[in-house]
Each structure stands twice: as C-alpha cells, then as structure tokens.
T-cell receptor
Framework: GAVVSQHPSWVICKSGTSVKIECRSLDFQATTMFWYRQFPKQSLMLMATSNEGSKATYEQGVEKDKFLINHASLTLSTLTVTSAHPEDSSFYIC?????????????FGPGTRLTVT | AQKITQTQPGMFVQEKEAVTLDCTYDTSDQSYGLFWYKQPSSGEMIFLIYQGSYDEQNATEGRYSLNFQKARKSANLVISASQLGDSAMYFCAMREGERGYGGAQKLVFGQGTRLTINP
C-alpha cells in the first residue's frame, strides 16, 4: 500500500497556542488532500478538502480561520490549529488522494492526537 | 442525512469463529465505492477491502469478504476464522463516484463497530 506519514503523532499544547500538523505522501503525488478529525468514541468527520496549489474548502461548521490548511506541494500538506482550545482536542487524520489512478484503495496517515490543556 | 449506517456498536466473538459486521448505505448515485477499514487502538486506519457498485462479484481479501447486496443497499464485512488481533473498531465508508482520472471524492464513514475477539 501507499506510504503516508504524519507528524507529530501526538502533541500536548496549552490553550491559546498554535499547532502545526504535517502530512506527507511518501511514494505518490497527492493532488487532493482530505483532513478528517475524530473525537473520542466517534467516527471520522471530514473537516476540509484541499487541492494542490488551491485554497482549501471547509465543511460546514469548521472555521477556516482556525484550521489553516496549506497544500503547496504534491507530497506535503499542513494543518495548523490556531489559538487551540480544549474543545479542539481530537485525533486528526490526513487522507492524500489523486495519485493512485486506477486503484481503489484510499490510504490515511497514522494520525495526530492533539490534547489542548 | 446519514449515508452510512452501522447498527452494531459492539460485538463479541469467540476466537476462530466467523463474524459479520453490518453496513447499510444510502445514495442516489449509480456509481459509488464501499470500503471497510480497521482502526486498532493506535488510531491508524487500515484499509481492508473495497467494493465498486458495478462489481458483479463480492470482493475478497484473504480472511475478509464483503457481502454486497445492491438491492438492499448493504455491504456487510465477513471475517472468517477470527483472531485475537482482529479486536478493533471497524468502519464502513462510502465514496460517491468511482475514481477516474483527476477525480477524488471524500469518504463518508459510518459510526463504527467495536469488535472484541475472546480467547
């Protein structure tokens, strides 16, 4: 399967600070990046979609000024949680796609567990 | 509106038994894909199996098979000969629109089923 990395795997930060999460597709070019979050004991919910070189589109209820997404290259996308608050504590997972033409699998990063104190 | 429904929040199965995890879906698209993922306690999403809406045969991948009943809009996952390592959360997901050149569609997930394999 495709190799996707995410960094950091976990982070604890204080309320009001910003956290940057990186997602890399190591062996394919991701023209589209989906960012999901998963609250404890819940399912994955899509936050935003970004295409390489374009601005991200956000799902309803997700603040675009709070969750900054950069998808400047085909192998790297970043999600920055600005002015984090305890309610932002969640598991964030990236899903790079677009480079596996003809294949039906979709691969996810290993996730980043964010805890805001 | 919720498009993927997993009605079993939790299941307990004896080791070596077969287990079926239920998944029903709702879509007006003719072209769609159905996925199953395993999520262990580490949180990573492990791809298990895929079924396209136009696939005539049920998908199989090792011990995993997908019981696809299009008319009933169900896509149940069957795990044969369960193992202790199968204990995890399992998510059913749907993607509307089969992948084509330049296309990328999001996945919509069900609520998941927590499977516990007992020794």
């Amino acid at each position: 399967g495709a190799v996707v990395s995410q960094h950091p795997s976990w982070v604890i930060c204080k309320s009001g600070t910003s956290v940057k999460i990186e997602c890399r597709s190591l062996d394919f070019q991701a023209t589209t990046m989906f960012w999901y979050r998963q609250f404890p004991k819940q399912s994955l919910m899509l936050m935003a979609t970004s295409n390489e070189g374009s601005k991200a589109t956000y799902e309803q209820g997700v603040e675009k000024d709070k969750f900054l997404i950069n998808h400047a290259s085909l192998t790297l996308s970043t999600l920055t949680v600005t002015s984090a608050h305890p309610e932002d504590s969640s598991f964030y997972i990236c899903n790079p796609t677009g480079g596996l033409i003809g294949k039906h699998e979709q691969y996810f990063g290993p996730g980043t567990r964010l805890t805001v104190t | 509106a919720q498009k993927i429904t997993q009605t079993q929040p939790g299941m307990f199965v004896q080791e070596k038994e077969a287990v079926t995890l239920d998944c029903t879906y709702d879509t007006s698209d003719q072209s769609y894909g159905l996925f199953w993922y395993k999520q262990p306690s580490s949180g990573e999403m492990i791809f298990l199996i895929y079924q396209g809406s136009y696939d005539e045969q049920n998908a199989t991948e090792g011990r995993y098979s997908l019981n696809f009943q299009k008319a009933r809009k169900s896509a149940n996952l069957v795990i044969s000969a369960s193992q202790l390592g199968d204990s995890a959360m399992y998510f059913c997901a749907m993607r509307e629109g089969e992948r084509g050149y330049g296309g990328a569609q999001k996945l919509v997930f069900g609520q998941g089923t927590r499977l516990t394999i007992n020794p």
